[in-house]
Nanobody
Framework: QVQLVETGGGLVQAGGSLRLSCAAS????????LGWFRQAPGKEREFVAA????????VYSDSVKGRFTISRENGKNTVYLQMNSLKPEDTAVYYC?????????????????WGQGTQVTVSS
């Protein structure tokens, strides 16, 4: 079956950096658009970034544009989220998700598979 496993979360001070990884198995990785979403306590899950199968195109939410970078290594079945200049408002559980569509979609109900999430906490 399809599995997505996120790693790399943790506690960091404001202004710091973290890199999240998501390792996928059970799917033809290069055929899927991969996305990152996050959910803060008491808030709805929100889109962060997405990358298409050949890594030729990416899209970001306005709140992270210029600070976060999504990338992927199809040979390793892994997608990354490099997070720089972190702010306390970036604190959330971060999820990776896979979408069999070729489109860069930003709504969570369009994604087919989800990881279990990894906690990112940014202290002020």
């Amino acid at each position: 079956q399809v599995q997505l496993v996120e790693t790399g979360g943790g506690l960091v001070q404001a202004g710091g950096s973290l890199r999240l990884s998501c390792a996928a198995s059970g799917l033809t990785f290069s055929r899927y658009t991969l996305g990152w979403f996050r959910q803060a306590p008491g808030k709805e899950r929100e889109f962060v970034a997405a990358i298409n199968g050949n890594a030729g195109n990416t899209v970001y939410s306005d709140s992270v544009k210029g600070r976060f970078t999504i990338s992927r290594e199809n040979g390793k079945n892994t997608v990354y989220l490099q997070m720089n200049s972190l702010k306390p408002e970036d604190t959330a559980v971060y999820y990776c998700a896979a979408d069999r569509s070729i489109f860069l979609r930003t709504t969570d109900n369009e994604y087919d598979y989800w990881g279990q999430g990894t906690q990112v906490t940014v202290s002020s």
